[in-house]
């Protein structure tokens, strides 16, 4: 079975700009969840989405977006690019919503640089 | 809110020795889950071993073993008989009976040979 994909791997963006990042999970798997990790704040919580609907949401600024589609792939897209959104952008993947305690599958991440 | 410290930024252990990462947390809640996750370098974050609050006994995954204790709010990690391939950072989370995730800074672990 393949594991959790996300794409584009590596980006460069400019202040200003917006971007979409995209993850597909593993098939079968109805829950999205979406993470920052920085070296200054570590492993955020950004959101999850089940079944094309926003369950959990972090505490980030509206910049901050998803949406997940009905195959289950979801997209995050952040506008108005700051320096501090550089970061590794991870998705995790699982069969049910996270508050039913299932097991989560993390893909290899996207790496995003803001200049 | 809840809060999760890894007061061990680094730490090391020789191949095959044993060693202890430790966690605190910090929660008004009663009801929630614990975590250990593991990333290696350049490598996916993977679950290592999980933790349901109102269990008593202590999660066991083959040479990783926790101590829960709810009311310290303490959830450290044992690796016992330690592999090179352990290497790694590892991260102790939090999550709500909601599925808000929180977690701490992380430990890097070194394997030496």
């Known amino acids: 079975k393949a594991g959790v994909t996300q794409t584009p791997r590596y980006l460069i963006k400019t202040r200003g700009q917006q971007v979409t990042l995209s993850c597909s999970p593993i098939?079968?798997?109805?829950?999205v969840s979406w993470y920052q990790q920085t070296p200054g704040q570590g492993l955020q919580f950004l959101f999850e989405?089940?079944?094309?609907?926003?369950?959990n949401k972090g505490n980030f600024p509206g910049r901050f977006s998803g949406r997940q589609f009905s195959n289950s792939r979801s997209e995050m897209n952040v506008s108005t690019l700051e320096l501090g959104d550089s970061a590794l952008y991870l998705c995790?993947?699982?069969?049910?919503?996270?508050?039913?305690?299932?097991?989560?599958?993390f893909g290899p991440g996207t790496r995003l640089t803001v200049l | 809110a809840q809060t999760v410290t890894q007061s061990q930024p680094e730490m090391s252990v020789q191949e095959a020795e044993t060693v202890t990462l430790s966690c605190t947390y910090d929660?008004?809640?009663?009801?929630?889950?614990l975590f250990w996750y593991k990333q290696p370098p350049s490598r996916q974050m993977i679950l290592v071993i999980r933790?349901?609050?109102?269990?008593?006994q202590n999660a066991t995954e083959n040479r990783f073993s926790v101590n829960f204790q709810k009311a310290a709010k303490s959830f450290s990690l044992k690796i016992s008989d330690s592999q090179l391939g352990d290497t790694a950072m590892y991260f102790c989370?939090?999550?709500?009976?909601?599925?808000?995730?929180?977690f701490g800074d992380g430990t890097t672990l070194t394997v030496k040979p």
């Open positions: 995790a993947s699982s069969w049910g919503e996270l508050a039913s305690y299932n097991e989560q599958f």
């Open positions: 098939s079968g798997h109805r829950s």
């Open positions: 989405y089940f079944s094309e609907t926003q369950r």
């Open positions: 929660t008004s809640e009663s009801n929630y889950y």
């Open positions: 933790q349901e609050a109102y269990k008593q």
């Open positions: 989370a939090f999550m709500n009976v909601a599925g808000k995730s929180t």
